[in-house]
């Protein structure tokens, strides 16, 4: 850039006559003075429009460096642009982003992410980003996204969501289109109304599905003449692994004998809410002699009638067992014997009880006493007899994590876990919330008494039995746990004041959001708190 007008510029002061030195009479100037006078008037207008010329000169300068400075930062902006690491991912990795949003719920990501650029364009045309099928077919011109997406997907697997009104003129037309390509369905999820329209798809699948892994059944409500959803024509599907049912009654079928994954949701209207019959519970679950994971819920708050009965059923590889019910429902659990089971967990659907639940304290330590090796046990709005606490614990030697909400545990149970010849030897994690007769300092002596030191003296103890220390306490809207007992805690251990993650039960119905309590807490601090305090 030529920088020479720059020395060109006079910047030096015009001269300037002082009018106060010109007069001779300031009070009453002659006609001398003021001819004078004007003549220095239009001396120094004549000096202004020199100068508005000159600052109008050096704007226009400025301007242009300006823009200047705007072009040359652009060009920065766009050479960085081609540095980022999204432009050097391969097409492989972002075709598998495009599909993970795509299976997400982002139903148009393929169509939207093709047109941003070529580069996002041809990772577009990888067939596995068109594996995610979503139709709504209230929606018009279902057949036409249908026949579009199969000539992207090409042989790709499909993983096929089917959202069905009462009444669907294109369900045949999409049908027959997607029949024919039933050896890529990995997933099939099918939403309809009332059970005749499932079973009518259920009765056009009526042919091999290889590749079929998971399948998700959700009907609002069974049809005016009372027919149950059947899933008989699906029996060849042998890779089927994982099932979501949601209906208002039990499922019922012949054989899947492949499931290890169930999610039951029994459905129901306000209207009509029918009961839950024991003897088709034993049935549902003899026909799955591989279930691993297992969980029944109540779509909507509130209570359900159980019919009991006698017979057992022997479910040897299940791990994994979640009831989301209200506690008269508690009594499915003497239906089922689990040698195996790892984790369960009780959580009531309804409103809290005032009391502990008598049966479902003894239909619980039934349970377990078939059950011995569970690591994990919630009670999440489960409350249960004091007694029954202490048999829970004799029960589970292998116990590794217990999770209380809302349950009226008191420091006598918790003593019972002490170190030396204390319960559950192998209890490393608990988490406690809304457990309002338990006290901090029982939870500091239950910690201390867990440590492989014998604190008092500073050294190892010789007498003390191989117990496992507890490596974390979290306490939540705990009354009787003060700030002490905290600090207390996290000179031993971890101490945890928040929820675990966004997977916690709690975190959607938001009862343990305790933010006010934890801010005042730095507060108080000056966010000095220990490492081991986790906020």
């Not at 039951?264 to 799955?288: G, Y």
């Not at 019910?325 to 195996?340: C, F, K």
């Not at 406690?432 to 492989?452: D, E, M």
Request: charged share 25%.
């Amino acid at each position: 850039m030529d920088r020479d007008w720059y020395h060109n510029v006079d910047v030096s002061s015009t001269p300037l006559t002082s009018v106060m030195d010109c007069v001779s009479c300031i009070r009453e100037p002659t006609e001398d003075d003021m001819i004078l006078i004007r003549q220095i008037i239009m001396s120094d207008e004549e000096a202004i429009q020199e100068l508005n010329s000159e600052t109008t000169i050096l704007y226009s300068v400025l301007e242009r460096l300006r823009l200047q400075k705007d072009k040359h930062r652009e060009n920065i902006r766009r050479a960085r642009s081609l540095l980022t690491l999204a432009r050097r991912l391969p097409p492989e990795l972002l075709a598998r982003i495009f599909e993970i949003c795509a299976q997400s719920g982002w139903t148009r990501a393929p169509v939207a992410v093709s047109q941003v650029c070529s580069a996002w364009r041809k990772a577009a045309t990888f067939p596995h980003v068109w594996s995610h099928l979503f139709l709504d077919l209230r929606l018009g011109n279902s057949t036409g996204k249908v026949e579009f997406w199969l000539s992207k997907v090409q042989h790709a697997p499909l993983h096929i969501t089917l959202d069905i009104p009462l009444e669907s003129p294109s369900l045949d037309e999409v049908l027959g289109l997607l029949i024919p390509r039933s050896k890529q369905w990995h997933t099939l999820v099918v939403k309809s109304v009332d059970s005749t329209t499932m079973n009518y798809v259920f009765r056009r699948c009526n042919f091999p599905l290889p590749n079929l892994r998971q399948l998700n059944v959700i009907t609002e409500m069974e049809s005016s003449q009372g027919e149950a959803v059947n899933m008989a024509s699906l029996q060849d599907a042998p890779r089927l692994s994982r099932l979501l049912i949601v209906q208002p009654n039990l499922p019922q079928w012949s054989s899947f004998m492949g499931i290890t994954k169930l999610h039951v949701v029994l459905s129901s209207s306000t209207l009509f809410t029918p009961s839950i019959n024991a003897t088709d519970w034993i049935e549902m679950l003899q026909a799955l002699p591989e279930l691993r994971d297992l969980t029944l819920e109540l779509s909507k708050p509130g209570t359900r009638t159980y019919n009991d009965t006698q017979p057992t059923v022997d479910l040897p590889h299940l791990e994994l067992l979640t009831l989301h019910v209200s506690p008269e429902v508690n009594g499915i659990l003497s239906t089922m014997r689990a040698p195996a089971l790892l984790q369960l967990h009780l959580r009531c659907s309804s409103e809290p009880l005032a009391r502990p639940h008598m049966p479902s304290g003894a239909h619980l330590c039934q349970f377990l006493e078939s059950s011995p090796c569970v690591r994990l046990l919630e009670l999440y709005d489960v409350d249960v007899e004091r007694i029954d606490f202490v048999r829970c614990f004799e029960l589970l030697p292998k116990l590794e994590e217990l999770r209380l909400h809302d349950s009226d545990i008191a420091d006598e149970q918790l003593r019972l876990l002490h170190g030396g010849n204390g319960y559950c030897p192998n209890l490393a994690r608990l988490d406690f919330r809304w457990c309002n007769y338990l006290t901090g300092s029982a939870l500091v002596k239950l910690t201390q008494s867990r440590l492989p030191q014998d604190e008092s003296e500073g050294r190892v103890s010789s007498t003390m039995p191989q117990t496992r220390r507890i490596n974390e306490v979290a306490v939540i809207n705990c009354l009787h746990v003060k700030e002490q007992d905290v600090l207390d805690l996290a000179e031993m251990t971890l101490c945890r004041l928040l929820m675990r993650s966004d997977e916690d039960h709690c975190y959607t119905r938001g009862c343990c959001n305790n933010e006010r309590y934890r801010q005042r807490l730095r507060l108080r601090h000056n966010n000095k708190l220990p490492e081991t305090v986790i906020l």
